[in-house]
């Protein structure tokens, strides 16, 4: 699969990467790995996870998989959302609090913390679980910039990439959201991964700033239930047009989709 450097970084990633937003919902911890390794298979080298994702158990997942071979890959794992009730370490634990969300909306919402010091406690956790010294790019999790104490953060950030523990950082939200960063041209706006779609093109609002789609994701969910459905294949064609010089995520249950992602590039 080809890879690119995201702008302004030295990072090179796949053309697609791999989001681990829904791996969860594969009860098996078999059939997660092997959806992980599927997704490595068709040529992904960059995986998207966060504390949030599956109550802590994607990042272990990942970990699991990641371990022995960190260098093959990049990975992003982001602060500012945390799980309800702290992380969860098995399936049954998740599924358990998923089900009981059902009735108690506020047991599966994310607790919502912009301190330094959780962002630093979590980011540690995080290491701990993805079993790695260090994470390619570290986002703030759908910030608010009228919440965010963003000095603070920076001067946390340069800190904890002088230790090692990150190479970048960056944002990840709605478009909107980050408009109003990139509108003061924040330097916590390096590297930005958002929402976008082949029809709505949402993301525009990024290109207006005179930016390059970096991580853009967003494509097939997008087009679920169209009038006119068109393949998975034909869909990332399009949507690797659509963001040229960066990385689209995909998020999938089915090992089936990621298979012939690899004939994309032939």
């Known amino acids: 699969m080809k890879q690119v450097v995201i702008e302004n970084t030295d990072i090179r990633v796949s053309r697609i990467a791999f989001g681990t937003g829904s791996l969860h919902h594969l009860f098996g911890k078999r059939q997660r790995q092997q959806l992980l390794e599927t997704a490595a298979s068709a040529g992904i080298t960059h995986f998207d996870t966060a504390p949030y994702y599956g109550f802590g158990l994607a990042e272990t997942d990942l970990g699991e998989f990641l371990h ?37 909306p506020g047991m599966v919402k994310p607790r919502i913390d912009w301190s330094v010091q959780c962002a630093a406690t979590g980011l540690n956790a995080s290491l701990r679980r993805l079993k790695t010294d260090h994470v390619d790019f570290l986002f703030l999790h759908e910030p608010d910039i009228g919440v ?119």
């Open 68 to 104: 022995g071979r960190r260098t093959a890959f990049t990975i992003t794992t982001k602060v500012g959302l945390y799980p309800p009730g702290g992380a969860s370490w098995n399936h049954f634990a998740v599924w358990s609090r998923k089900a009981l969300g059902k009735v108690y």
């Open 148 to 266: 965010v104490n963003s000095d603070e953060f920076l001067n946390w950030l340069e800190r904890e990439r002088r230790h090692g523990k990150i190479r970048c950082w960056g944002l990840a939200g709605l478009p909107e959201l980050l408009e109003r960063w990139l509108a003061v041209d924040h330097p916590l706006s390096q590297v930005l991964q958002t929402r976008d779609s082949l029809d709505r093109h949402e993301a525009d609002l990024i290109l207006r700033h005179g930016r390059q789609l970096q991580l853009t994701y967003g494509y097939l969910s997008s087009r679920r239930g169209a009038a006119q459905p068109e393949s998975t294949n034909t869909l990332i064609r399009k949507a690797l047009a659509r963001n040229p010089y960066g990385s689209i995520l995909i998020s999938t249950r089915r090992p089936d989709r990621l298979n012939p992602l690899a004939e994309l590039f032939e």
